[in-house]
């Protein structure tokens, strides 16, 4: 019988959370897995290629990885990769003034995440007594958007898959039991400025962060500021 090779184990930060949770390096087993999301070009197929590589190396029996914020997702995975392979990665972007390339090693272990203490921005009011409570998209409501042709139908399928809840101020109407058309006719009738709010929700989401500087040929002081996946690799 082969020997048994240990591996050894770490922890990982779910931000939404605020709590860590064991794991351990992905191998070659889990390194064939996303190879082959990377080699179909689709995106599904590499989302549901990196929620397959969390699943296998978290070591907690009750973890779920379709509970996960999409952000948790895209910072755990960038952390378990530094942890599994090198935390230090080449990129390289292409300057749109003097059309030169820059290179840059960037270590991941650096990566931040930023807008964390958003929770406030959960609870929108309506009116002095009626308000709704957000909850971040998770991995399950991005992974079920239906394959809308019109951008506002989007927007309109996360808006109400993120509402948690709405409350008065005699009781908490849970999403999950209202039904869809009585959802839909309170949505339309609100308000601009509550719709706006729902949107700055969106817009101010934790992200990764990590910021590069650098000037051109031309003497030009550049910055760019990275806070996705496809900005540090394509699983690479």
């Known amino acids: 019988m082969l020997p048994k090779i240990d591996k050894p184990i770490f922890e990982l930060k779910i931000p939404s959370m605020d709590k860590s949770i064991n794991f351990r390096p992905f191998t070659v087993k889990e390194e064939k897995i996303l190879l082959t999301a990377q080699q179909s070009g689709e995106d599904k197929d590499i989302i549901l290629a990196i929620k397959q590589v969390i699943n296998n190396c978290c070591q907690e029996p009750n973890f779920e990885v379709n509970d996960l914020a999409t952000f948790d997702l895209e910072f755990m995975f960038l952390k378990l990769r530094a942890k599994s392979v090198n935390n230090i990665i080449d990129v390289s972007y292409r300057d749109n003034e003097d059309d030169e390339l820059y290179s840059f090693a960037i270590n991941l272990d650096d990566v931040e995440m930023i807008n964390l203490d958003s929770e406030s921005t959960k609870l929108i009011s309506v009116t002095e007594t009626v308000g709704l409570k957000m909850k971040y998209p998770s991995v399950t409501i991005i992974d079920n958007i239906p394959s809308y042709e019109d951008a506002t ?63 051109n040929s031309k003497g030009t002081e550049r910055v760019i500021e990275l806070n996705s996946l496809n900005d540090f690799f394509m699983l690479g």
């Open 153 to 215: 139908d989007v927007i309109d399928y996360l808006v109400k898959s993120c509402i948690d809840c709405i409350y008065d101020e005699e009781s908490v109407y849970s999403t999950k039991d209202i039904p869809a058309e009585e959802l839909d006719a309170w949505l339309d009738n609100l308000d601009i400025d509550t719709f706006t709010k729902i949107r700055e929700f969106f817009d101010k989401l934790p992200q990764m962060y990590y910021k590069l500087t650098y000037t």
